[in-house]
């Protein structure tokens, strides 16, 4: 239940119909409102504000038509605006992208606030009476708000004139997605020193599987296609100690699964049942893309698809690139310094019950560096800027394996470096390298080596 809570909550963020929405209902509301206090107050109350008068009835419609043209006309300009934005966005950035464009908040409560001010003004409209038999009403205190919201409303417009180039400035882009994967990365992966709270449930090693625990373990299979938005752990957990239960995980959020494969395994198989299969399936949440809510490596992989374009011929953008690479660079130092969040689950009582598939710093590298090595060996630039980021990395990658992870990264691109630059350029990359390397071997001597080399925290000379 909870996985299909959070996969519907993260559809209707990731609308453009939802907030608007939400704000048109309550422009109804206010506009029912307005108009029985107006009824219940009447006019005596303007005596009492000096800068106020009583307005007439044809004046009041003229005002109220008016401002509800000139909403829905804004609203219109603006919603043609946010498509062009998009538009532009998925061409330079690209297409998965759109996603983020289409859950900014900022497009949405702009597009919410001219669509509710169009509404409220046309509803209050209507309650106007004058002659034919009907008792003059006007409704003084719900056009004082509809003005009200008119002010805001150009507010709101200029706020919006500046968002729109704010948001698809290629730094800004660049900056948001970095910013997400650090938050999503400290959610997924506690720090070394808070994940003692979470080891009594967590073990240190994951045992030994059962011998037939591969050929004889029950398979609980997926009933659709599409990509693993969310996955509920603590209910998988909590099922898997129900019904005494060993669950192996076999595909992590961002997985693609085809109907028929199996989403985890379960043993004993003769623990499993009908019901229990049902809702441990019922922990995963499928749908039709990747969504960011659980899955580390999509966050990475758009940044990486930016800077995959930006060092295409068409566009010819290292420094954009470069930018890309230092926030990935950052996302693997926070995996670095955390622990990688529980591979394998216990019971209160100790007994194995869960065995995840968490996102380590290996399966991180390889999905960013070695997708984009391919991409920046090939171009001067960017593949100088790796270099130097891969030497910044080596103070904060201080573990034996980290190291050896960075030194093979390093060597991967030095080799295709060599391959495909010119001979002044690979000189340059070539002497970068041999600095990496001597930051490998002595780590204690990083600040030292860094005073020498400029280049490694960005200072280089012109």
């Known amino acids: 239940m909870k996985s299909r809570l959070m996969k519907l909550w993260e559809d209707l963020r990731s609308s453009y119909w939802f907030v608007p929405t939400l704000m048109a209902l309550v422009a109804v509301g206010l506009s029912v409102l307005m108009v029985e ?17 009583a307005n007439k009835p044809a004046g009041a419609r003229e005002l109220l038509s008016t401002i509800a043209g ?12 946010t498509i062009a934005a998009v538009a532009y966005a998925a061409s330079q950035f690209g297409p998965r992208l759109l996603t983020n464009f289409m859950r900014d908040r900022g497009n949405q409560v702009t597009l919410g606030t001219f669509i509710a001010t169009f509404i409220y003004c046309l509803l209050v409209l209507r309650s106007i ?5 009907e008792e003059l009403f006007v409704p003084h205190a719900a056009i004082l708000l509809g003005l009200l919201l008119t002010m805001m409303s150009v507010a709101v417009l200029i706020y919006f004139i500046h968002h729109v180039p704010e948001s698809i400035h290629a730094s800004n882009v660049v900056a948001a997605l970095g910013r997400e994967l650090d938050a999503l990365i400290a959610a997924r992966h506690p720090t070394l020193a808070a994940s003692a709270v979470l080891m009594p449930r967590a073990l240190g090693s994951p045992p030994a599987l059962p011998e037939a625990f ?11 296609d599409g990509y693993v938005q969310y996955l509920d752990e603590d209910a998988l957990l909590r099922l898997a100690t129900e019904g005494d239960l060993l669950v192996r995980i076999e595909h992590r959020p961002g997985d693609f699964v085809r109907r028929g494969r199996a989403l985890l395994l379960a043993w004993p198989p003769e623990n499993l049942h009908g019901e229990l299969a049902h809702e441990l399936a019922g922990s995963f949440a499928i749908g039709e893309r990747r969504t960011p809510r659980q899955d580390i490596l999509f966050l990475a992989q758009e940044l990486v698809e930016i800077a995959t374009r930006a060092l295409s011929p068409m566009i010819n953008d290292p420094f954009t690139a470069t930018a890309c690479m ?19 689950l216990a019971d209160e009582e100790g007994n194995l019950r869960l065995l995840t598939r968490p996102t380590t710093l290996a399966v991180f590298a390889e999905r960013t560096l070695g997708r984009l090595r391919p991409y920046v060996q090939k171009d001067r630039n960017a593949a100088i800027e790796l270099m130097r980021v891969l030497g910044e990395l080596t103070e904060s990658l201080r573990r034996p394996d980290q190291r050896a992870l960075l030194r093979h990264h390093a060597k991967q691109l030095h080799r295709g470096a060599m391959a495909a630059l010119d001979e002044d350029s ?18 204690d001597a ?17």
Request: charged residues 30%.
């Open 426 to 443: 690979a000189r340059v990359v070539d002497e970068r390298f041999r600095v990496v390397l001597r930051l490998l071997d002595d780590p």
């Open 129 to 133: 009476r004058e002659g034919d038999g």
């Open 326 to 344: 230092e926030r990935l660079a950052c996302g693997m130092s926070r995996l670095a310094e955390r622990e990688v969040r529980e591979a394998a």
């Open 214 to 224: 591969y050929r004889q373990a029950a398979p609980v299979l997926c009933k659709t």
């Open 70 to 81: 000139s909403m829905i006309t804004v609203a219109g300009v603006t919603f043609s605006i």
């Open 446 to 462: 990083w600040h030292e080596i860094a005073a020498c080399c400029e280049w490694l925290s960005g200072r280089e000379a012109a």
């Open 37 to 53: 206090g107006d009824r219940m107050w009447g006019v005596d109350w303007l005596e009492g504000v000096p800068w106020l008068s």
